[in-house]
């Protein structure tokens, strides 16, 4: 299904500004099923090692099945957000619905943005939407030499445990604190603005 980026021109807002720590700024806003390209963007500017920490497999090219997978979004139980700085996408955080209050979290920042507290706010915003989704645990597998994963995740509350590894964590989770200055009730009325959409369309 697919959202065309035009209709977000009739909307009051159809992204959330953010300023950045070291002064820049990037727009969150939800990505749309069927944008392929930004994701194609993004895994182009992650570096290998970058890749393999978000696939956990060495992973140089996204195969077509995980392409469409990866832009199968709903509003509701697969949603995803993407940063973009200067009109390109620089990052997209992730929730995969697995259980009635579970889902599966992933993110990605590309290298070169990456440590400027972008995926801070990708976080902070997906989190914000799955929480208002009925999402009370997060599921992840991180790579344990994944430090900002790992601070990431700890901020959140996910407890994380080593498995065959691996560090899986499958736990409640809150809100990030200390939060990101992402302003999370533009953020709801955003995501819940969509997803009406998006059922509407369905
Ligand atoms: C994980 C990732 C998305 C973080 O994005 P980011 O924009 O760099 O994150 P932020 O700048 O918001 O930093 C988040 C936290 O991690 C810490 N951090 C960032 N880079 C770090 C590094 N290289 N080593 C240790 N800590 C780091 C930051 O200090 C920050 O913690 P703080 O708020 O307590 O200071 C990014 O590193 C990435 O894309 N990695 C590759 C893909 C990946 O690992 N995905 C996760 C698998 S689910």
Request: net charge neutral; with cysteine; proline share 5%.
């Amino acid at each position: 299904m697919y959202i065309s980026s035009t209709r977000c021109s009739t909307r009051p807002a159809c992204h959330v500004r953010v300023r950045l720590a070291d002064g820049g700024a990037v727009i969150l806003r939800p990505l749309r099923g069927g944008e392929i390209h930004v994701l194609e963007t993004v895994f182009e500017g992650l570096s290998a090692q970058s890749r393999q920490q978000r696939f956990l497999v060495p992973t140089p090219r996204l195969s077509g099945s995980a392409r469409r997978a990866l832009a199968d979004v709903d509003g509701r139980d697969h949603v995803a957000w993407v940063a973009m700085t200067d009109g390109e996408p620089v990052g997209i955080c992730r929730y995969v619905r697995t259980g009635p209050e579970t889902a599966e979290i992933a993110f990605e920042v590309v290298d070169a943005h990456q440590g400027r507290g972008i995926g801070s706010a990708l976080v902070d915003a997906v989190t914000t939407v799955a929480r208002a989704n009925g999402i009370t645990r997060l599921e992840a597998t991180v790579d344990p030499g994944n430090r900002a994963s790992v601070t990431m995740l700890g901020r959140l509350g996910v407890r994380l445990a080593m498995d065959d590894g691996l560090l899986e964590g499958n736990s409640a989770f809150s809100l990030l604190d200390p939060p990101s200055p992402v302003d999370r009730g533009a953020v709801r009325s955003l995501a819940a603005e969509l997803a009406a959409e998006l059922a509407t369309v369905g």
